[in-house]
């Protein structure tokens, strides 16, 4: 995916980076990303957007025509404009791999590279990580609640922006989910598409059921029904009426979608419409704002509904659209460093997170510690990149899928629920602990 | 700004213009785009992303590679390719200006097009206009509440992917920010740049005064420091105590930056310890998780504050992190077009929307009717694009928000609260429903 170029930073960044140049601080710095504290809506995290972080390293250089801009800005001396025009990414990444499930205070990524560099690289960086896995993490609730159902990403319209868009299809299907509508998405990222009708073209016709016929007629294939644009249950009466015309052609109607009124209901009256008709093998779907919460009463209440269109709920995470995260300098020069801010202090030097699991193979409790320290279980963070260089290829977006699967799987079945309740148990080693009781400011 | 190209879209366009070429429906279409409800911590909306709009409608074509494709995706027949190749947008766009204050049930913008191409540009349009609007809306809302004070966007890391960074740094100094931190909004959009130094650049140094004057050194002009890395009042007095050595290099200390802790005591503390040490000229910022709420009650606690670094809230619009807004088929062939979903029924046909004031030039109440209708008012939407042609040249930005300011200014005072109260009175014309009343489904 092309890259939006490398002014998509934060004035500071550069402001920065000329004084460490003026001042000799470009020893090696350590950065790690990590999330203060979980949404009380949110029981885990699901980690999503290393692979574009990592082609946003690999591709990171300033433009002639970028560093023309910043030239004629007066802003900066012909220092820092040398060192940016020159610059690569020369720095190591640790990451959990994507699809990781991971909790608050886990660094989730960590940065090794000249102070500048690791700085610059900051804000894109949060931006890519940040919306993927706040997707994600959102859309695997949605995955919890309704188990074995079709879910489709309808979103794009209302994600923030197209980039949001097309990330709200990666990351969902990451989690999870069957596909998205987004055309690009599949492109970009090989994701199954879906897609149906809209209203306006029912409202287009003179007759819903001369519409209905017309789209048949041109889109035979995974043939879909919009059938809520005045009438559903009328409408639903109409298809079966229908359907004698469409098996002349040929024609299989693989589904109906309700996008408004009351779904549990419409649902089921839709299902005895079509059943009677002899439409048994024609699924429901609904959409309409739908969210998890929402998913899992419909299905707990009987309703007869094969998959699911979610749209602004998922791609805005709309009740939680921003996670608190951060990436922090944890060294510098071979030193451990630690921010005192109230509220915002932070667990100095490089650091691991460790896993232990049940003998049936579930998530009971994670440790994080000093990167060289051994505790027991299962380590998460793991080199992808040296000097600039991916050390594995590109994992494929669906392993990534099916990796999110097996973690999902592993999930204590307390987690899994959609209410909030005590947090999942996150230690800290002792040999953290002592690290940051020693690591004073300036020491 | 370059356009991500128009595979952004949903597929069930593509399916629908697909059938609409086969059975010939490429008549007239009249599409609309409004919000059908405001947020319950929304008092009015502000309109933004025209722009945006006009050069999507202007770059629209499908290049070579998306026809390639869209052909071995097996999706698609000739017809449909052959159409796309060659497609301009050739229709009308009526608007209201960027920075136009509106409200529920008000079309916005009306597109009047050939059917496909108005269908077809649906997904994007919405995109763009959803985002931009739900972003100026939330930072009016911070602007009403710090009269007079500097507002800065600080929010790309948070943002949901790089274009909503870009998209709410525009929308944002649309309503009236001074500026923001993005480095790319800057070039793109000529929107001032802010920025400071962030605490790992503190972190880095042995000691924070030595890294307050090492930035000093570098980044003389507009010099702020930030001094919470650590203990904010006891950095507050080692910028006074470095005050004579910037002194006696010509450097003067614009402000501090305070982000995190008790900012409205922090701020009264430090105030005292800068006015103390003779730095009554310099100013004092903070950041740090603000919302507009806590813009208003630190300054009603008389916090000497001169400026707000704002994030999260604003660019995912936390409160309300999206609109119930629409883009809906009014009229086909001529003839007005209604949908009846249940809570999603529309007025019919092509629309107007006529603002009255008070004698002093507040508004007092808007009436929604037929476009041919001869409300009292001022009309608020106006032809904007023509033959898919602009009537009149790219707005500048800067004029837009002086037009949004203007639009600010007759608020009426009630609206101006943040806090929930009653809505402003918006009429249905007689004319407009007696069209719906007529508007039967199909007639």
């Known amino acids: 995916m092309e890259q939006p170029g490398n002014l998509l930073t934060d004035l500071y960044q550069l402001n920065m980076i000329e004084a460490y140049l003026d001042h000799g601080q470009t020893g090696t710095a350590v950065f790690e990303f990590f999330v203060r504290d979980l949404p009380p809506v949110r029981r885990f995290l699901l980690a999503a957007g290393l692979q574009q972080v990592l082609e946003f390293l690999e591709a990171f250089r300033f433009s002639p025509d970028e560093i023309g801009w910043l030239a004629q800005s007066g802003r900066f001396g012909a220092r820092l404009l040398d060192y940016l025009a020159g610059l690569r990414f020369s720095g190591e990444v640790h990451a959990m791999p994507e699809g990781s499930v991971f909790f608050a205070d886990e660094p989730v990524l960590r940065i090794t ?67 998205t509508a987004t055309v690009l998405a599949g492109k970009l990222f090989g994701i199954p598409l879906f897609g149906t009708m809209a209203h306006s073209f029912v409202q287009a016709f003179d007759d819903e059921a001369e519409a209905l016929l017309a789209f048949a007629q041109s889109r035979p294939d995974h043939l879909v029904f919009l059938i809520d644009t005045y009438d559903t249950i009328a409408a639903a009466h109409k298809v079966v009426a229908l359907n004698a015309e469409l098996a002349a052609r040929g024609i299989r109607l693989a589904g109906v979608r309700i996008d408004s009124g009351d779904l549990v209901h419409l649902a089921g009256e839709v299902r005895r419409i079509l059943d009677g008709g002899g439409l048994n093998a024609t699924q429901i779907f609904v959409s309409g704002g739908l969210d998890e919460e929402q998913l899992a009463s419909m299905l707990a209440a009987g309703a007869p509904i094969d998959g699911f269109g979610i749209g602004t709920a998922l791609v805005t995470s709309f009740d939680a659209p921003a996670l608190d995260c951060a990436y922090k300098l944890q060294e510098y020069a071979g030193k451990p460093r630690r921010k005192l801010s109230p509220g915002k202090a932070t667990w100095p030097g490089r650091k691991q997170v460790s896993r232990n699991f049940t003998p049936d193979g579930r998530m009971a409790g994670d440790i994080v510690s000093t990167a060289d320290d051994t505790p027991p279980g299962e380590a998460l ?63």
Chains 1, 2 share one sequence.
């Open 113 to 179: 590279a000249p102070l500048p560099e690791a700085q610059l690289i900051e804000t894109r960086l949060i931006n890519i990580l940040h919306f993927q896995t706040l997707i994600a993490s959102k859309a695997a609730r949605m995955v919890l609640a309704a188990p074995g159902k079709q879910l489709v990403d309808f979103g794009l319209r209302r994600a923030h922006g197209g980039e949001a868009g097309l990330f709200a299809a990666r990351a969902s299907y990451l989690a999870g989910f069957s596909g």
């Open 381 to 443: 963070l793991r080199p992808v990149m040296s000097g600039g260089k991916r050390l594995i290829p590109p994992v494929p977006l669906h392993d990534s899928r099916a990796f999110a699967a097996a973690q999902l799987a592993k999930l204590p079945d307390d987690l899994r629920s959609l209410a909030p309740g005590a947090p999942y148990d996150v230690q800290i080693a002792d040999k953290l602990k002592q690290l940051a009781d020693f690591t004073q400011k300036g020491s």
